[in-house]
């Protein structure tokens, strides 16, 4: 295989990685937001 | 608040800057190595990788040994969250450095102590994670594992010196490596700037992820009120 191939693969695995993390975080903290907001209205009835 | 929103605003900013320009300097601005050519480029972002992975445990194992002593929640959350950043960055390297070694060494993993000590210690820290998730009463898991965590800590100075106790087939450390070793200016450059800016990766990483588990707990007190 050609040497820039390795190095194609490397750097799209570094970023995909740091990429689903992310993401990862943002839909946990989403998830959990919309839970305390629904949490609170909840308690206020 | 606003305070803390900009403050996370100017972090991300800055960061996101350093990253750029260090794919910049790693793409543009250092030379091909002669032997390998530009596939040697991956240098410049698996050992900053490799770099972060030992901060985010050597931050578990101090964070634990606080936690120990105080018992306080927020330094568990601490060392829970740099416990994830450091298995993500340890599985970067552990992903960059076969795919650097296939065109150079012809062979994608070899049993060397450097490999080997690196696999090992994500295991350490992929089985704290694990044993963090399935412990039942949280009280306990987080003790158990800020000893673990502290435990686990032992490998990554056994990492580091892995490449100047055995001869190894990894190449040997290009600063303070002793006569021989050393880098084109250019390339100690770059690989100096990229250890700064993903030492600010981290630092970001590491506040987005205390933050949600700070939501997650906030969660967890609201619902225990509730059912009160």
Known sequence: MNKILFLFLAYTFIWTALFIFLLSIARKLTFMQKQIKQLKQNTEN | ?228
């Open chain 2, 1 to 228: 608040m606003k305070n803390i929103k900009l403050t996370y605003l100017v972090l991300i900013v800055i960061t996101y800057m350093l990253v750029l320009t260090g794919l910049y300097l790693a793409f543009i601005y250092a030379p091909p190595e002669k032997t390998m050519g530009d596939v040697q480029r991956i240098f410049y972002f698996h050992v900053p990788s490799a770099w972060v992975s030992f901060i985010a445990f050597f931050v578990v194992c101090l964070a634990g040994i606080i936690f120990l002593k105080t018992g306080k929640e927020q330094w568990d959350r601490l060392a829970a969250s740099s416990a994830e950043i450091g298995v993500l960055f340890i599985v970067i390297v552990l992903i960059t450095g076969p795919l650097w070694a296939k065109p150079v060494w012809n062979t994608y993993w070899t049993w060397d102590p450097r490999l080997t000590t690196s696999f090992v210690l994500f295991l350490i820290y992929a089985a704290y994670l694990m044993l963090r998730s399935y412990v039942s009463n949280k009280e306990r898991g987080a003790r158990f594992a800020a000893v673990f965590g502290i435990i686990g800590f032992v490998d990554v100075p056994i990492v580091y010196m892995s490449i100047r106790w055995w001869r190894t087939q990894h190449p040997t450390p290009v600063i303070g490596g002793g006569s021989g070793s050393g880098l084109a200016p250019e390339m100690l450059t770059t690989l100096m700037f990229c250890l700064l800016a993903f030492t600010f990766l981290y630092i970001t990483l590491l506040v987005l992820r205390y933050q949600s588990e700070g939501v997650v707990k906030e969660f967890q007190a609201l619902k225990h009120k509730l059912q009160n």
